[in-house]
């Protein structure tokens, strides 16, 4: 299903690196949203969102969650509106 009207930022934290769903999480991330929340927002599984988290971390270099969203809110703000 295509979204009507599609986040900008989706496409800056595309440039990190990180494939489209990895994106849509980081994203939901950094809405301060759980995994379990994200899930039900993306309409995935808590246990497909977890590792994706997990890959998300590991490609930005970071070690926790508060780093990922430092590292999306560098590139949003870098990208600007």
Known sequence: MEEAYPSPGLEALRELDLTAREAEVLYW?????????????LGAARRTVAPHA???L?????????????????RL?????
């Open 77 to 81: 703000q870098k990208r600007g509106p």
């Open 29 to 41: 991330i950094a809405q301060r949203k759980s995994n379990p929340e994200s899930a039900i927002i």
């Open 54 to 56: 997990e890959h998300i």
């Open 58 to 74: 590991a490609k930005l270099g970071v070690e926790n969650r508060t780093g990922a969203v430092v590292a999306a809110a560098a």
